[in-house]
């Protein structure tokens, strides 16, 4: 069975550090996605990572995928409160075959104190 | 705004009861998930339609089920509620069945009482 699994679950920081969120997967896959949720809110996409290798960045968040290492990690830099939500990696579940079935990881909630 | 509309946005009712939770994905998309999102279960994928057709199934219970209309808008159908069915339900979207993001629509609040 696949697993995702997110550390850590909760971080508090401070405006302006750096952090990194990892998300490992349990079986091959060559993509990641990460969605980032507002309490009571929606999903929403923040990077589509479709290669071992491939980063992506935005703003103050950058996103990484190992698939060898079946890692990928969210870094943030220089933390705002903005930033402030519960981030999701989510994984394809290769075994369903032609689906498009997402296996997410718990979620990592974040709170950046100003 | 993902261009996924979800109806309605909440919905309390009491054990025992029926609900359908409606769904429209975005413009041109094809594909249409449903995910159960609760405290104790995390995000939980529940099933997926294709074009009119059931492409996969999650951790879907046998009271509930679901279907895709020729317009492509989508239905999830939930039976005999239970207090541990209270969660919240998301739709989302995609052009194609694999590779492709999913979109994710609000989200409908289901309480049971």
């Known amino acids: 069975e696949l697993k995702v699994e997110q550390n850590p679950l909760f971080l508090s920081m401070q405006e302006g550090k750096n952090y990194t969120i990892y998300c490992n997967y349990s079986?091959?896959?060559?993509?990641l996605y990460w969605y980032r949720q507002d309490p009571g809110k929606s999903l929403e996409s923040l990077f589509v990572l479709l290669s071992n290798g491939a980063v992506k960045q935005e703003g103050r968040l950058m996103a990484s995928l190992d698939t060898k290492a079946r890692l990928s990690t969210l870094h943030i830099t220089a933390a705002v409160h903005d930033l402030s939500a519960t981030y999701f990696c989510a994984v394809p579940h290769s075994f369903s075959g032609n689906t498009g079935k997402l296996i997410f990881g718990q979620g990592t909630t974040l709170q950046v104190k100003p | 705004d993902s261009g996924v509309t979800q109806t309605p946005k909440h919905l309390i009712t009491a054990t025992g009861q029926r609900v359908t939770l409606r769904c429209s994905p975005r413009?041109?998309?094809?594909?249409v998930y449903w995910y159960q999102q609760s405290l104790d279960q995390g995000l939980q994928f529940l099933i997926q339609?294709?074009?009119?057709?059931?492409?996969a199934k999650g951790n879907i219970l046998e009271r509930f089920s679901a279907q895709q209309f020729p317009d492509l808008h989508s239905e999830l159908n939930l039976s005999s509620l239970e207090l541990g069915d209270s969660a919240l339900y998301f739709c989302?979207?995609?052009?194609?069945?694999?590779?492709?993001?999913?979109?994710f629509g609000p989200g409908t609040r289901l309480t049971v009482t």
């Open positions: 339609y294709y074009n009119g057709e059931e492409r």
């Open positions: 413009s041109g998309d094809l594909s």
């Open positions: 989302a979207s995609s052009p194609l069945p694999t590779f492709y993001e999913q979109y």
């Open positions: 079986t091959t896959s060559d993509r």
